[in-house]
């Protein structure tokens, strides 16, 4: 059996979700503006795991959202997940987070563009085909008008994880590109961690890190 628990703290978004078998169990999410996500994930994850008589112990794996986005919600979500996993032998499953929020929309044609807002106009994108497969590698960019007719496909739909980025992306997209707005959810990873469970896909612990597709700040 697999028993897998699941989190993504690479945007406002706090969520933790556990799964088995590739099935939902339990789930949270809170979109925090203060980015409290070393309060909110450890106390969640006891929560989860105490209300389903669970230990740690007892995890087959544990899933972390690898960025890109916020630097520090992603030291914090790999400072939780080393912790739990270190100690009890847990194998971890990495799963881009842009993989992640391309994962919460359906479609059957065209491509799927996940943007992830950095800051202003800046997004962390990356392009998906139908069955998941990502053409290329993530990267940042400047969005305007002139990057999505140089760079967008007909019938692609971009999926933003925030409301302002639906508004201003829908400023400027033209018709033939489609747009959705969807928060970056760990309960749209359960899928794909089981099938990197089942795959015995799993990350090395001493030497993983998150994607940060550009330099952390500095100060």
Not at 29 to 43: A, F, G, I, N, W
Not at 70 to 81: H, M, N, Y
Not at 99 to 123: C, Q, R, W
Not at 190 to 210: G, N, R, T, V
């Amino acid at each position: 059996m697999s028993l897998i628990l699941n989190f993504e703290t690479s945007s406002k978004n706090c969520s933790v979700t556990l799964s088995s078998e590739g099935k939902l169990i339990s789930n949270f999410d809170l979109e925090d503006d203060k980015y409290r996500h070393s309060e909110l994930l450890t106390s969640t994850i006891k929560d989860i795991l105490t209300q389903n008589n669970i230990s740690a112990k007892e995890l087959s794996a544990v899933a972390i959202g690898i960025g890109p986005g916020s630097f520090t919600g992603l030291r914090i979500g790999f400072s939780v997940a080393k912790g739990l996993c270190y100690p009890h032998k847990i194998n971890l499953i990495g799963i881009s987070s842009l993989k992640i929020l391309a994962n919460s929309i359906k479609n059957d044609s065209g491509d799927i563009i996940p943007m992830i807002n950095d800051k202003g106009n800046f997004y962390y994108l990356s392009t998906f085909e139908y069955g998941l497969n990502e053409v290329g590698i993530p990267l940042i960019d400047q969005v305007d008008s002139n990057f999505i007719n140089r760079n967008i496909k007909e019938n692609s739909t971009i999926v933003v994880n925030n409301k302002e980025s639906f508004e201003y992306i829908n400023s400027i997209i033209n018709d033939r590109v489609k747009l959705q707005f969807k928060p970056i959810s760990s309960i749209d990873m359960i899928d794909l961690s089981y099938a990197s469970f089942i795959e015995q896909k799993f990350e090395d612990l001493a030497y993983f890190e998150p994607l940060y597709v550009k330099k952390p700040y500095v100060t």
